[in-house]
Every structure is written in structure tokens, then in C-alpha cells.
């Protein structure tokens, strides 16, 4: 009886997680088998839309990367990714510590106009941006990006690492110190591994964003060898009224399935981190 | 020679005089227990020995070198804080053996002895694999203190180590304390808010109040000759009694405060008048709680009557009561400081 309603429970609770899963899962599933599909095959009303019902064909991948900068979009999306991201850690962490430190008016003042700055949209900041970048001489170049997508980031991260250290009992650091390290050295071997999952954090949303960003994007750069994948993707393969499905699923699919799977691995690590408790020693 | 010397040490904050003026000097291998009430400037006292906090005037003096200005870690001292302040993302071995790393010049294997020395110490030898988490209480107690002890520091502050264990572990860890720090011979300055704590394990009390040391001494000679009447009234559960006279304040201890009946065999005795408003029955002791006469009319007193008085007190009826002029203490009316006995 018992083991009957058990496995009952089972059945559910399995049953509930297959759908969540295959709900979660299917975007991409449905874009892996597009973007292999024959035109015949997508256009025909009647189709099934998830099976093949004409033989698959390579020639849109083809498409992508040989009549496209497609490669060029990758290299610069990810070259913008990773120098965005040192370069947010590399602010954002003193930042955020410091002001976690700050007690006192002061440092919960700064820390809200800090917060109020990433309120601003880059729909209001991309015009005057603009003339900073061509002032800069950087337009039309990758640089640009580089330059301008740490003014969403930083504040973002600075107010969440912020949040991570606050919850990080002054007692540690000052143990360490009294065990013999320097106040950089208490804040890198007992704060920093303590604040790990933040980090990551921190680093998952400077790296998407930098991927889907796409006004400051497509303002700042005109030239296709230099635009990243959120602008240079729907450019190349929208022409006129002519969506290149196939080829656009293609280019999401090869940029979004990757990093799904890495961030996987960091949720697994955001979780350990959340739960980990016991900070109080 | 003293290992700690304080002199004149100040600590503001903003309006707020934490510490006022302390001056302390700590032997070698003493235990120094400070005592005071909460907020009364012990913990800023014993971070301003760490280098946790930089006074605002005064020296500190370790090994006969003034600190001041030095951050914590040249001043090779150990401290274990209140929370324990174990590092949750090491293991036991690895808390133990942060403090080594810091110092450096050490092989691996000799690191690894020395964590296995202090935590023999302990008796946490078969904890070192654990996380913080996966201990209790008492356990993170002693891992702290092997975090401490591992480089033999010249002086070991221990900041209320005790007060997050329940009673009864508190009782044993305070026993065992004081053993290994005999053992070690290591100078210790410890720090609480209780008395029991501060009377068991002291060698010598400083009693602080209000950013100021008010008395020094042994247990016996802070407790039986307390210097004011904040130390006499902090001291004993309850504290002394305080009584209005005409050119001072006239103090005895509960414990002191008899009935008549039990007068037998002894002289010199004072002589008041209780009117008993409540009785607490403790088991070993009963407190009488009254009101005696005097000058400033009518004063809360009370009395500690050990079992062996067994003599039926009713609240609300007057008994009389005496204390033998040996154990009256007398205090000066403006300062609270102790005077002189007067001829009564």
C-alpha cells in the first residue's frame, strides 16, 4: 500500500520534471532540427514542424558561415565577452566590498546612486553615448562595445557582489588578519572563495548580456566584419522580407546550446553556494 | 616584565568613548580575565590589543615594543572571536593550518605536525577532515582555539569564547581551559561579561565600566574588597547591599545578611530591622528580598540564607537581621569609592 502510493509519488513528481524539461528543452530542440530542414519542408503548412519530412540538408549552415561574417560575429561577440567581463570583475569587486564595508550613511547612499544608474536604459543613453564613442574615434569597431557595455554591467554586479560580502561576517576577515595576512590577502583567501557563487553570477549575466545587447550594437557599428552575433545575425539573414529561417536558427542554436551547457554546470555550483549556510562558523 | 602593557589607551567613537583612559599591564603566563557589563568598552579594549582597531590615544605594548600602527599580523597575536569566526570554506585542518601558511617558510610535513600538536591538544585529531558545519558547538570552540594556538603566539585574547555554549559544556570547557593554559604558560587576556566565568578562570580581574577600569585585583580581593560600589554591586548574585548613612555608604554582601537565630558564636555584630517583602527559594540558598530603615528611608536589601538556616520567614513580617562588622564595607557618598570603616 505504502510502496503503492509511493511510487504513485514518484510517477508524479518524475512525470512533472520530463515536462519541465521537455518544456525548457524544446526552443532548441525545435531550432536543431529547422535549421537542418529543406525549404519545401518548412514552408508547407500541412508539415509536421518537429519531424523531417523531406531528407535534412547542410546547405543552410553552409549559408551561414561561408556567405555570411557569421565567424566574424562569433569571434567578436566572444572577444567582447571575455574583456567585458575581466573588465566588470575588475571594478565591481572592490566596488561592491567597499561598500559593503562603508557602513554609515555614506555607503548605503552611494551604493542606491549606484542602483539608480543601471535604471537608466540604454534606449535614453545610446545617442549621447554615441558622440563618446565618436569623440573616442572608436565607432565602427568592436572597442566601442567594449568600452560602453561595462555602464550596464558594473553597476548591476557592484550592487549584487555587494549584497554577497555584506553577508560575509566581518569576524572572518579580521580572524585572517590576526592569523597573519594582510587585508588584501583576508579579503582573497577568505572572502573572495566565499563569494564565489556571486562572482559567477556576476559573470553569467555580464557574458549574456554582452550577447543580446542590441541597440547599442547596432548603433555603434555599421560594418559587418565588426558587429556581434545579436546584430549581425538578423542583418545578414533578413533580407528584405526574406527571413532565412534555417540559417538564423543555425546562428542562435551554435551560440546558445554551448553556453546553456556551461551555465549548467555553473547553476549546479550557484546552488552549492546558496546553500552552503553556516557562514557563522 | 609585563608582555602587555597598556598605557592611557583612548578609543573614541565619534562622541561615544568606548575606552577612557585604561591603563593594564599583564605578566608573563597570566591569566587576565576583563569583566564588565555589555557595552562597557571590553571587547574595543581587547581589538585594540589585536590591532583591530587603532585607538584614538594611548600605547599598547607587547614584549615591551609599542604596537600602535601596527596591523594585526605583526603583532603576533592570536585571538578567538565570540562567532568562532572558523573559515566555512576549509576544513578543520585547513582552519588550523591557515595561520602556518600566513607565516611561511615551513615544509608541508612540518605544517602538517604542527596542526596535528595543537589539534592533539584539543582532542580534535579525528575532526580534521570536517567542514566547520559538520561541527557542534563545542567542537568549533576548541577548533578555534587550535587556530589560535598553532604558532604559539606571545599573547592569546579570547573575546567571550564561551558564551555560545549551553551551561553545562561551558562549565567543562572552562576547566579545561584553564588546565591547558597553565599547561602552555601562555599569556591570556580573556574577555566577558561573566562573573563566574571571570572569578573561576582569573588569576587577576580588571573590572571595567563605562570605558574605565574600575578595580584590579585577584578574585578574593575584587570580590571582598571592592574598590567602588559599581564593582561591589556587580560582584555576587545578587550584588551588595548599599545603605545611606549620614557621612557614607555602608555595604555588605547578601550572603553576609543573617537572621539573629544564626548569630550564635559570633561578635561584633550590626543589627537591622527586615521587613521581608518577597522569598525566592533556590534550593541551596533562599533570597529574602526587604526593606531596611535608614537615613535615605526606606532601602532595598537582601539577604542570601544558605539551607542551613532553617528558620520560617513569612514576607510581609519584620525580622531582625545582623552582619558582623568584619564584612561591613564602607564607601564615600560623592565617588563610590571605598573609605575607611567610620566608628558606627
Redesign the interface.
Known amino acids: 500500500m505504502a510502496s503503492l502510493r509511493q511510487r504513485a509519488k514518484r510517477i508524479v513528481v518524475y512525470g512533472g520534471v520530463a515536462f519541465f524539461c521537455f518544456f525548457s528543452a524544446s526552443p532548441f530542440l525545435w531550432m536543431l532540427i529547422t535549421m537542418f530542414k529543406q525549404d519545401r519542408d518548412l514552408y508547407r503548412a500541412q508539415n509536421n514542424p518537429f519531424l523531417f519530412n523531406d531528407p535534412p540538408t547542410l546547405d543552410h549552415l553552409r549559408l551561414l558561415f561561408l556567405e555570411t561574417n557569421y565567424t566574424a560575429f562569433l569571434r567578436n561577440s566572444v572577444l567582447i565577452g571575455v574583456l567585458v567581463v575581466i573588465i566588470t570583475l575588475i571594478i565591481a569587486i572592490p566596488a561592491g566590498y567597499s561598500l559593503a564595508r562603508l557602513t554609515g550613511r555614506w555607503g548605503e547612499r552611494v551604493g542606491i546612486g549606484i542602483f539608480l544608474v543601471y535604471l537608466v536604459p540604454p534606449t535614453l543613453l545610446f545617442i549621447p553615448l554615441f558622440r563618446v564613442v565618436v569623440a573616442l574615434g572608436l565607432n565602427n569597431s568592436v572597442w566601442s562595445l567594449v568600452l560602453v557595455y561595462p555602464t550596464i554591467s558594473i553597476p548591476f554586479s557592484t550592487w549584487l557582489l555587494m549584497g554577497f560580502f555584506k553577508a560575509i561576517p566581518m569576524d572572518l576577515e579580521e580572524a585572517a588578519m590576526v592569523d597573519g595576512y594582510s587585508r588584501l590577502m583576508a579579503f582573497l583567501k577568505v572572502v573572495m572563495p566565499l563569494s564565489l557563487s556571486g562572482v559567477i553570477a556576476v559573470v553569467v549575466f555580464t557574458f549574456t548580456l554582452t550577447l543580446h545587447e542590441f541597440i547599442y550594437a547596432l548603433t555603434f557599428i555599421s560594418s559587418s566584419a565588426q558587429r556581434t552575433i545579436s546584430v549581425g545575425v538578423p542583418t545578414e539573414l533578413i533580407r528584405g522580407d526574406v527571413f532565412y529561417w534555417q540559417s538564423l536558427m543555425a546562428g542562435a542554436a551554435i551560440v546558445a546550446i554551448p553556453i546553456g551547457i556551461v551555465y549548467t554546470f555553473f547553476l549546479d555550483r550557484l546552488v552549492a553556494g546558496f546553500t552552503m549556510g553556516a557562514v557563522k562558523g | 616584565m609585563a608582555v602587555v602593557e597598556i598605557r592611557g589607551l583612548t578609543k573614541h567613537f565619534g562622541q561615544v568613548k568606548a575606552v577612557d583612559g585604561v591603563d593594564l599591564s599583564i605578566q608573563e603566563g597570566e591569566l587576565l580575565v576583563i569583566l564588565g557589563p555589555s557595552g562597557c568598552g571590553k571587547t574595543t579594549l581587547m581589538r585594540s590589543i ?3 582597531e587603532q585607538p584614538t590615544a594611548g600605547e599598547v605594548l607587547i614584549g615591551g615594543r609599542v604596537v600602535n600602527g601596527l ?3 605583526a603583532r603576533q ?3 578567538v ?9 576549509m576544513t578543520v585542518f585547513n582552519n588550523i593550518a ?2 602556518l601558511k ?2 611561511g617558510g615551513m615544509t608541508t610535513e612540518a605544517r602538517k605536525e604542527k596542526v596535528e600538536w595543537a589539534a592533539s591538544l584539543l582532542g580534535v585529531e579525528h575532526l580534521l577532515d570536517r ?3 559538520q561541527l557542534s558547538g563545542g567542537e ?1 570552540q576548541r577548533v ?1 582555539l587550535c ?1 589560535a594556538l598553532v ?1 604559539e603566539p606571545t599573547v592569546l585574547l579570547l573575546d567571550e569564547p564561551l558564551s555560545n555554549l549551553d551551561a553545562k559544556l561551558r562549565a567543562s570547557a572552562r576547566d579545561e581551559l584553564q588546565r591547558f593554559q597553565r599547561r602552555l604558560g601562555i599569556t591570556t587576556i580573556f574577555v566577558t561579561h561573566d562573573q563566574v566565568e571571570a572569578m573561576g578562570l582569573g588569576d587577576r580581574i580588571a573590572v571595567m565600566n563605562q570605558g574605565k577600569v574600575r578595580q584590579i585585583g585577584t578574585p578574593q580581593e575584587i570580590y571582598h574588597e571592592s574598590g567602588d560600589t559599581f564593582v561591589a554591586t556587580f560582584l555576587g548574585s545578587p550584588g551588595m547591599n548599599l545603605m545611606e548613612r549620614e557621612d557614607c555608604l555602608l555595604g555588605f554582601r547578601p550572603e553576609h545578611f543573617l537572621p539573629q537565630e544564626a548569630a550564635e558564636g559570633r561578635h561584633n555584630l550590626t543589627t537591622f530591622s527586615l521587613k521581608v517583602t518577597r522569598i525566592e527559594y533556590l534550593g541551596a540558598d533562599r533570597l529574602v528580598y526587604g526593606v531596611v530603615d535608614s537615613v535615605a528611608g526606606e532601602t532595598r536589601t537582601v539577604a542570601k540564607l544558605p539551607s542551613t538556616v532553617t528558620l520560617s520567614i513569612e514576607s510581609g513580617e519584620s525580622y531582625p537581621f545582623f552582619v558582623q562588622k568584619q564584612h561591613l564595607r564602607f564607601f564615600d557618598k560623592a565617588t563610590g569609592t571605598r573609605t575607611e570603616p567610620n566608628p558606627l
Not at chain 2, 81 to 89: C, E, G, T, V
Open positions: 589585536a590591532g583591530l596591523p594585526p599580523r597575536v592570536a585571538m572571536f565570540q562567532s568562532y569566526a572558523l573559515y566555512p570554506h591557515f595561520p600566513a607565516q567542514k566547520p558545519r568549533r578555534a587556530r604558532r
